[in-house]
């Protein structure tokens, strides 16, 4: 079992950046891939970014691609997305989940462990 615990979103003036932190607790860190997902109102959830459990492979959506970058600290068993540029239509629930294989994943299904999301509103 693994819990996941988001911090670091808010309100931010498009262009700015903000820091989404995903803590985790549980199993074995290191062999869980992580993902970031987000859910704006009135659609539906999407892959945002993927990290594998090394660190060492990372994806990312065409619509945050050289705007975002997903990190991770295994040894403070906590991933970091890191958001720059960003954009009014970024604005959305931001969700960090797990799954018990080491590579990631773009796929909501193929995550086992969820968090229960971090608000991140852009202004215009």
């Known amino acids: 079992q693994v819990q996941l615990v988001e911090s670091g979103g808010g309100l931010v003036q498009a262009g700015g950046s903000l820091r989404l932190s995903c803590a985790a607790s549980?199993?074995?860190?290191?062999?869980?891939?992580v993902g970031w997902f987000r859910q704006a109102p009135g659609k539906e959830r999407e892959f945002v970014a993927t990290?594998?459990?090394?660190?060492?492979?990372?994806v990312y959506a065409d619509s945050v691609k050289g705007r975002f970058t997903i990190s991770r600290d295994n040894a403070k068993t906590t991933v970091y997305l890191q958001m720059n540029s960003l954009k009014p239509e970024d604005t959305a629930v931001y969700y960090c989940?797990?799954?018990?294989?080491?590579?990631?994943?773009?796929?909501?299904?193929?995550?086992?462990?969820w968090g229960q999301g971090t608000q991140v509103t852009v202004s215009s």
């Open positions: 549980g199993r074995i860190f290191s062999t869980n891939a």
């Open positions: 989940a797990a799954r018990p294989l080491d590579l990631g994943s773009t796929g909501s299904s193929d995550y086992w462990y």
């Open positions: 990290i594998s459990g090394n660190g060492r492979s990372t």
